[in-house]
């Protein structure tokens, strides 16, 4: 069996490759791909250009992926919060490190059975 040897990229097609990514996808049917060799044949354009032309013709705006990030850590942080505090509250314990697997395992068993934890 022979192996390849791994050849290392160029700087400049790095960069080449950052600054152009590449997308690929398939067309639902046949006819979809004759519509859109025909459309490109009569106009003249290359798919990157048709796909470019749709996007800058979008109506709408696309979301803030950074507030939407910001927002569901916020919601986990404090559903957490909330859950440490009702546990700290009802005086519930937690598995921790310093327990044993064994009993680790027993409180969840019980808590599997009783759906509560023991106190």
């Known amino acids: 069996m022979t192996t390849s040897k791994l050849t290392k990229k160029k700087a400049s097609r790095s960069r080449y ?4 990514p590449t997308k690929s996808f398939r067309l ?3 006819e979809s791909n004759e519509r859109l060799q025909a459309y490109l ?3 003249g354009s290359s798919i990157s250009d048709l796909v470019e032309r749709a996007l800058n013709g979008l109506p ?5 992926i950074s507030k939407i990030k ?3 850590y916020a919601q986990g942080y404090y559903e957490g919060y909330e859950d440490g505090y ?3 509250k009802g005086g519930l314990p937690y598995p921790t490190k310093l327990m044993t697997r064994r009993a680790r395992q027993q409180v969840i068993e019980v808590f599997k059975k ?4 023991p106190v």
């Open 114 to 117: 009783t759906g509560r934890l």
């Open 41 to 43: 044949e009569a106009t």
């Open 17 to 20: 490759d950052q600054e152009h």
């Open 60 to 64: 709408f705006e696309l979301p803030d």
């Open 86 to 88: 009702e546990r700290g």
């Open 28 to 30: 639902k049917s046949r």
């Open 70 to 72: 910001d927002a569901e």
